[in-house]
């Protein structure tokens, strides 16, 4: 019988150094798998962010730059306005790209830049040690929401994936999660539909993918799971938010 | 030999090009010149200047408080200017709106109307041109022929315009002359 | 060489990069520099280049990086405040040695200033501006025509060190017009970027990743990247120093370190002066980062000098280079003026002969 399950060539043979629990992993390899499927390893460039998936391009073999906080998509712009024949991804969590790099992600979405955006979601700057992020649910304790976040001064989270869907510029928009199999199905699919835009040049791509942090949310992963779905999958609805006509 | 003449006026007398075209002039002559702005807010409707300074060699200093001459297409820049332009220089005076004159004895004062013979031309915006015309016969700072070339060349790309901007030129050089 | 034609610095600078060989520009627009976004906007289209207009600096500076990164010759130019915004980018860019060209018009500051000709950026530009060890080379045109030069052999050098260069104007460089030509010589062909550079692996033919990066967690490998940034540093000191003597040859009592416009005016006092019989020389660094340390060390040392002035459009900063360099053995003065009331010649004089 032949080896059914491999490691996508698109993924290195590093060990990664996320948490136990945590979902960078699963995002990694469906990220590596479609690419190995699209057969565009040799012209992809990731930009990495900062935050915990900063050292991201140990994990993947091709080509990579590493941006600063939240300047990811300014970066992949240049890339790809200047090399449009070349496949362009961000990786950025939410401290990243809903918070510093608010101002990068909406404008490149709005000139619908050719490139596509996997944005993590776990409600907290997971590398610098759980702060609140812009994404932490209401009454969500973190390291500098200790009472729990109060929207009376922090107002209420933000929903990324409805905020760009009302650009008036065509994109492709949906939000998942990958926390058990059947979402993680669908994921692939919307990271591979989101490329396929790309490679047609259609239009901008963003899949937000809600995802966990075990560590900073003082979680066992299996509690993590459940607090996603109970709590996080309701406020941040799954689904597909704008499709290119 | 270094001369510097200052063009001022309102924003859109067409001030910054009548300097481009005298720099340009000079320029196919084989001087060295250099053209110098104001720039900023004020540009938006206010005062507008420029300095073109025209030399036979190496252009120093492009900082200019005392030019040669002056082509002072409205009162306020008169007022401004009139003082600090060096003794026996030209300061053409466009008295279709400027009813003073530079109150200095020791320059040459040369009045125009540029601003009414523009309009008899048909289009006040020829006014720029028509000082031109005057300045350059009074001054000779270049020669006429030079300057009629200069001119067509800034408006080779709307070429309809160009017996218009000629016959101002002429009826600068001839105002002048009187 | 082509023929002479009359441009406006801003213009000038715009298409001396196009004849360089850089058809990427990114930018913001600011005052007084927006006409290069201008000319440019208009521009590449024709010459199949790359116009983006980013919505801040700070972006701006990361769409040159990612460009640069993937080994494309890019370019920006901006002034002062702008300029501050970038800086977080440059240190990125000087950190993942990536080639990029900075234009700075420079302004009055701190803070919004004014829009009038100022040289307030030069530590900005040269001791920093952006966070960690990282130098550029600055270099400072006094007229239109150098602009032009310096902005083409900008990129080669860039590329050389595989940093970010900046060129250091003021507002008049920028929005005065004088002639210029577009030296043939200096357009250059991109070099091969093969080696480090993002480009996809099918571009170069490889199955090795490249990685554009400034980010070293182990204290040695750290240590040694910046160790390896230094040595670039050195090399430029080295290789990179370029400055103008004027009048040199005469016995001047007085010798003037001057950049930029401003050396333009004090080029005219010294003539000035000269014609009076009262002699003054002067060292125009044409390079602020590598700084011409021993042209003006040896210029402040002649026997007939007596004292040394650092004239500036600053509160006296290129003075702490000078001073720095004459070493003690001359006494070091300073004059300088802000807000874009560029001194004139005669301020100058006035100054000078004030020394003896």
Known sequence: MGKTFKRPEALSENHTHYCPGCTHGVIHRLIAEVIDELGIRGRMVGIAPVGCAVLAYNYFTFDFQEAAHGRAPAMATGIKRVRPDLMVFTYQGDGDLASIGMGEIIHAANRGEKFTTIFVNNTVYGMTGGQMAPTTMPGQRTTTSPFGRNVEDCGMPIRMAELLSSLATPAYITRQTVIKPKYIVKTKKAIKQAFAYQMERKCFSFVEVVSTCPTNWGMTPVEAVKWTEETLLSYYKLGEYKKPE | ?178 | ?356
């Open chain 2, 1 to 178: 030999m270094q001369s510097e003449v200052m063009f001022a006026g309102f924003g859109g007398q067409g001030i910054l090009m009548s300097g481009k075209i005298l720099a340009h002039a000079a320029l196919t002559k084989g001087f060295e010149v250099a053209w110098i702005p104001s720039y900023g807010p004020e540009m938006r409707g206010g005062t507008a200047y420029c300095t073109v300074v025209i030399s036979d060699r190496p252009i120093g200093s492009p900082i200019i408080k005392n030019p040669m001459h002056l082509v002072a297409m409205n009162r306020p820049s008169l007022e401004k200017f009139a003082h600090v332009v060096k003794p026996e220089g030209v300061i053409l005076i466009n008295s279709s709106l400027c009813s003073v004159t530079s109150g200095r004895s020791d320059i040459d004062e040369l009045i125009v109307p540029v601003s009414d013979i523009a309009i008899e031309l048909g289009t006040v915006k020829a006014a720029n041109i028509v000082a031109l015309g005057a300045f350059v016969t009074r001054s000779k700072i270049i020669d006429y022929e030079l300057l009629k070339e200069a001119v067509k060349e800034e408006f080779a790309a709307k070429e309809k315009l160009i017996p218009l901007e000629m016959e101002a030129l002429e009826r600068g050089k001839k105002a002048a002359l009187q």
């Open chain 3, 1 to 356: 060489m082509g023929k002479k034609v009359l441009m406006k610095g801003n213009e000038a600078i715009g298409e001396a990069a196009i004849r360089a060989g850089c058809l990427n520009y990114f930018a913001y627009p600011i005052t007084p520099q927006s006409e290069v976004a201008e000319y440019l906007s208009r521009r590449m289209p024709e010459v199949g280049g790359v116009f983006v207009q980013g919505e801040s600096e700070v972006a701006v500076s990361y769409m040159l990086f990612g460009a640069a990164g993937c080994g494309e010759r890019v370019f920006t130019t901006s002034s002062s405040p702008g300029i501050s915004l970038m800086s977080e980018g440059i240190s990125y860019v000087a950190g993942a040695q990536c080639p990029v060209v900075f234009v700075n018009i420079i302004r009055g500051g701190p803070g919004l200033g004014g829009i009038l000709p100022s040289q307030g950026d030069y530590f900005q530009a040269t001791k920093g501006g952006g966070h960690g060890d990282y130098r550029m080379l600055v270099m400072a045109p006094a007229s239109v025509q150098e602009a032009v030069e310096m902005v083409m052999m900008a990129f080669p050098l860039a590329e050389k060190y595989r940093n970010p260069i900046m060129l250091l104007g003021d507002g008049l460089i920028g929005q005065m017009m004088e002639p210029v030509e577009f030296p043939d010589h200096l357009r250059t062909e991109p070099t091969n970027k093969d080696a480090w550079a993002t480009n996809g692996m099918d571009t170069r033919k490889s199955s090795k990743p490249n990685i554009v990066k400034s980010l070293y967690l182990d204290p040695k490998q750290l240590n040694d990247h910046n160790l390896l940034l230094k040595s670039k540093y050195e090399q430029m000191k080295r290789e990179e120093i370029r400055y103008e003597p004027y009048n040199t040859d005469s016995d001047y009592k007085v010798l003037i370190v001057s950049y930029g416009t401003m050396s333009r005016v004090c080029r005219t006092a010294i003539d000035n002066m000269k014609a009076e019989g009262f002699e003054v020389g002067m060292v125009r660094p044409q390079t602020l980062f590598p700084f011409p340390e021993k042209a003006v060390h040896d210029a402040a040392v002649k026997e007939s000098c007596k004292v040394v002035i650092s004239i500036e459009m600053s509160m006296g900063q290129m003075v702490e280079d000078v001073d720095r360099c004459v070493k003690g053995k001359r006494p070091v003065e300073w004059y300088g003026k802000c807000g874009g009331d560029v001194p004139t010649p005669e301020e100058v004089m006035g100054v000078v002969k004030a020394l003896i």
